[in-house]
């Protein structure tokens, strides 16, 4: 999914250089009648962008799970929620 994201963002001329964009992960296990299975997935995105480029990230973000190969072969079997917290980069 970052990876995707990362793709798409980058179409727009968004950097996403390790300083500029992370994200937190963290899933839920359940037993399911004997059987481990992961049963939520929740990504939280953390991305600076250049000056005047918030409404485009926030554009691209709405998008790109659709694009994502690993997020559709599992949606449906695991609840997956994203969120983006955009930090606008001032002009130097």
Do not use: W
């Amino acid at each position: 999914m970052m990876g995707t994201l990362a793709t798409a963002l980058a179409s727009r001329k968004i950097p996403t250089h390790t300083d500029r964009y992370k994200a937190l992960v963290e899933g839920d296990i359940e037993n399911d009648d004997g059987v481990l299975r992961i049963t939520r997935i929740r990504v939280d995105y953390e991305l600076k962008v250049p000056s005047g480029k918030t409404a485009e990230a926030q554009e691209v973000f709405a998008g790109y799970i659709k694009k994502c190969p690993a997020a559709m072969s599992v949606i449906g079997c695991i609840d997956i929620t994203d969120s983006l917290q955009i930090t606008e980069l001032e002009d130097r």
